[in-house]
């Protein structure tokens, strides 16, 4: 596609449901990441896929959170047992990492709503 | 890590008149610095970037400045608009690195008519 492509756009899930966000690079991308945006606040870093590296889970908040990237594109980004602080937008975004350029598109994101 | 600050997280203007927003960043070895806007309800754009070979870069009326030695660069933005206001987040990545890019915690800028 065009951009980076995020589904679903919105997601009410149940407190104590499992919730799979998924997101769609842009073709040839080979770093994806995953931030979490609370109303109102910055952007907070999740976890990082580079190329075939091991990924930077540096940023995920509990063992409930966990990421995949499958063959290099699609990633999907994972939380067990919902908490109503887990409410919020999960962006995603990828960058052609080549030389120096490293500009990164997001997608829409995916607003989570836990109750 | 890298670790950026942004300030101030919030300004308001009267349009027309000029915003100025500053980052710094603590790893000197970071070379790669984008600026990106956010409006309501959509995920942020890359407005402008500048890298580490240059001082000053200028877009029409938004330009980047930069300062290695101390470690800070900043966005202007002049003849602000009522559509200029949105988030505006600062960031730096070591290219050639690990590539992440570490993000500021944003700026909501109010452009008042």
């Known amino acids: 596609g065009a951009g980076v492509s995020q589904s679903p756009s919105n997601k009410v899930t149940e407190k104590g449901k499992d919730v799979e966000l998924r997101c769609d690079p842009i073709?040839?991308?080979?770093?994806l990441y995953w931030y979490r945006q609370s109303l109102g606040q910055g952007l907070e870093f999740l976890i990082y896929?580079?190329?075939?590296?091991?990924?930077?889970k540096s940023g995920l908040p509990s063992d409930r959170f966990s990421a995949e990237r499958t063959g290099g594109s699609v990633s999907t980004l994972t939380i067990q047992r919902t908490q109503q602080e887990d409410s919020a937008v999960y962006l995603c975004?990828?960058?052609?990492?080549?030389?120096?350029?490293?500009?990164?598109?997001f997608g829409q994101g995916t607003r989570l709503t836990v109750v | 890590g890298e670790n950026v600050e942004q300030h101030p997280s919030t300004l308001s203007v009267q349009e027309g008149d000029s915003a100025v927003i500053k980052c710094t960043y603590s790893?000197?070895?970071?070379?790669?610095f984008p600026w990106y806007k956010q409006e309501l309800g959509k995920g942020p754009q890359l407005i402008i970037d500048?890298?580490?070979?240059?001082g000053e870069k200028k877009d029409q009326r938004i330009a980047v400045t930069l300062n290695k030695t101390a470690k800070h660069f900043s966005l202007h933005i002049t003849e602000t608009q009522p559509e200029d206001s949105a988030v505006y987040f600062c960031?730096?990545?070591?290219?050639?690195?690990?590539?992440?890019?570490?993000f500021g915690a944003g700026t909501t800028v109010t452009v008042r008519a």
């Open positions: 975004a990828s960058s052609l990492v080549v030389g120096v350029d490293t500009e990164a598109f």
């Open positions: 960031a730096a990545s070591i290219a050639l690195g690990d590539y992440k890019l570490s």
């Open positions: 073709s040839g991308h080979t770093a």
């Open positions: 896929f580079q190329g075939n590296s091991a990924p930077d």
């Open positions: 500048i890298r580490s070979n240059v």
């Open positions: 790893d000197s070895a970071s070379n790669y």
